[in-house]
Nanobody, 124 residues
Framework: QLQLVESGGGSVQAGGSLRLSCVAS??????????MGWFREAPGKEREVVGR???????RYADSVKGRFTILRNNDANTLYLEMNSLKPEDTAMYYC????????????????WGQGTQVTVSS
């Protein structure tokens, strides 16, 4: 079992930056074998993928965040990061990290493990 805890959310003005962290505990001796993803859910909208990272560190981003967001993983620290720059009001959402040992489940948003989320609010 893997437990995930996100942090780093907050309120910023448009154009600002935030760095989210997702720290894993529990089954961390296999952390590097987990595929990871960041998702977000805005009020009244469906949850959407922000980006995902495989076990080799390859990253895919949603078109809406390409060039502005960066996903990194530190396997030694059991931590996933989401660096967000040039934030826009439409980035306002609850952000979640997710993990699974099957990549397709992360891609489909059906990952086994999820954090509790951290709120990001961007004002214009």
């Amino acid at each position: 079992q893997l437990q995930l805890v996100e942090s780093g959310g907050g309120s910023v003005q448009a154009g600002g930056s935030l760095r989210l962290s997702c720290v894993a505990s529990g089954d961390t001796y296999r952390y590097r074998t987990y595929y990871m993803g960041w998702f977000r859910e805005a009020p009244g909208k469906e949850r959407e993928v922000v980006g995902r990272i495989d076990t080799d560190g390859n990253v895919r981003y949603a078109d809406s965040v390409k060039g502005r967001f960066t996903i990194l993983r530190n396997n030694d620290a059991n931590t996933l990061y989401l660096e967000m720059n040039s934030l826009k009001p439409e980035d306002t959402a609850m952000y979640y990290c997710a993990a699974d040992r099957t990549y397709s489940r992360v891609i489909d948003g059906r990952a086994t493990y999820w954090g509790q989320g951290t709120q990001v609010t961007v004002s214009s």
